[in-house]
């Protein structure tokens, strides 16, 4: 179960890391828009931020979970 739920937890990792570069390199590359480093790096702190937030719930996982054995 709690291998499962790891695994759950790091696909949904790499798709917020996918999703938030895609966007973050379509803003950098937008012409003609002087607000667009701003969201931008918005867009990277929400990214970092989501990826602590789920890092923080995977190890209150492995703590409160018995494991596998």
Excluded at 4 to 26: C, P, S
Aim: aromatic residues 14%; without cysteine.
């Amino acid at each position: 179960m709690k291998s499962i739920i790891f695994i759950v937890l790091t696909l949904v990792k790499a798709v917020v890391i996918i999703y938030f570069v895609a966007r973050i390199l379509m803003n950098l590359f937008k012409k003609n828009d002087p607000t667009s480093k701003r969201k931008a790096f918005i867009q990277f702190l929400t990214m970092f931020g989501i990826l602590i937030g789920l890092t923080v719930l995977e190890f209150g996982i492995a703590f409160a979970l018995p494991s596998d054995s």
